[in-house]
């Protein structure tokens, strides 16, 4: 659905607005109908979420005046957990914004306007499905923690103001290590990248770097095929997990740690065709096509989202980070 046209002599379309709160910077991302886009990344000013605030109110207005048509709704990206009172609950890298209600702070910068939030793999998948056109994504980032995302017809599972789809936080090994949520065997505390470079530096008896880990597993040296294996096995575990429940059409894998390491994601395939069983085959497995992009596209994909809602439902979604 796109925004509201307009006729001649009416007011401008509206545009859909993706927001993108970080640690250190903010971007914000209009699009309008036709493919045009503005765009604004500024680093925060200061610290305390009054200053934040205040910035942010500033370059939403500053946006809004190269959008004469207005925001139809807008999608958040807020890297933070969000409890079910609306109020940050816990954000290291700015813990100065916990405490704060979200959904009233945003009702304030965008007063009668559809506003939601959700996380980062939340919002991935919903940008891997606008750009694959396919509907039910299933989106895996190995990074630092290991996120996810599953996106069906109507939007992010499990669905807007239920909290976010967890994906590192499957247990697939209950003997394993602890999480830094507190339980044992997440799928993170062993598919994460540092787990991974943990594990490489074990079985080769040494200190491994990421770039001697690209170059070990480029040259298949066992120590650094072993330790990725393990990460894609477990992976393939979780994504078989969510196939039996869920069928998804297409998994996609992104994140720094995955990206830059050639043949992982078709190692990832490869465990998850051997997992399937009879009449019902794996899902195709593909990297991701946004790369960084993911989080802001993410963010307007869910105004898009909030837009086609009726009216009144359009609550906000909630976010659980990795770790």
């Not at 062993?190 to 770039?211: K, N």
């Not at 990725?228 to 196939?243: F, K, Y």
């Not at 065709?273 to 195709?284: C, D, Q």
């Amino acid at each position: 659905m796109s925004p509201p046209s307009a006729s001649a002599g009416s007011r401008p379309p509206a545009a859909w607005l993706g927001v993108e709160i970080g640690g250190t910077k903010v971007a914000l991302r209009a699009e309008a109908p036709g493919g045009r886009f503005r765009e604004r990344v500024v680093r925060w000013h200061g610290r305390g979420v009054a200053s934040d605030m205040a910035q942010l109110a500033t370059e939403v207005g500053l946006l809004r005046l190269a959008v004469p048509g207005g925001f139809a709704a807008v999608g958040i990206a807020l890297p933070a957990t969000v409890g079910p009172d609306d109020r940050v609950a816990v954000w290291p890298s700015r813990p100065e914004w916990i405490g704060l209600h979200v959904r009233r702070a945003m009702a304030e910068l965008f007063p009668g306007t559809p506003v939601g939030w959700a996380g980062e793999g939340d919002l991935a998948a919903l940008a891997e499905a606008e750009a694959t056109g396919c509907a039910d994504v299933l989106y895996v980032e190995v990074g630092t923690g290991v996120g996810g995302g599953l996106t069906s017809g109507v939007g992010p599972l499990p669905g807007l103001g239920r909290g976010s789809f967890a994906l590192g936080h499957m247990v697939t090994d209950p003997d394993g290590p602890p999480c830094r949520c507190g339980r044992r065997g997440c799928l993170q505390s062993i598919a994460s990248g540092p787990a991974t470079l943990a594990r490489a530096s074990r079985l080769h008896g040494a200190e491994v770097t990421y770039r001697s880990l690209r170059e070990g597993f480029a040259h298949r040296e066992p120590w650094a095929v072993q330790a990725v294996d393990r990460t894609c096995h477990r992976i393939a575990l979780a994504v078989t997990g969510v196939r039996e429940l869920m069928h998804p059409g297409l998994v996609v894998v992104g994140g720094g740690f995955a990206a830059g390491l050639p043949g992982f994601v078709d190692a990832v395939a490869r465990h998850l065709h051997a997992l399937a069983r009879p009449g019902v085959p794996a899902p195709p497995v593909r990297p991701s096509c946004r790369g960084g992009l993911t989080s802001l596209r993410g963010a307007v994909a869910l105004a898009r989202v909030l837009g086609r809602a009726p009216a009144g439902t359009a609550a906000p979604a909630g976010h659980d980070p990795p770790g």
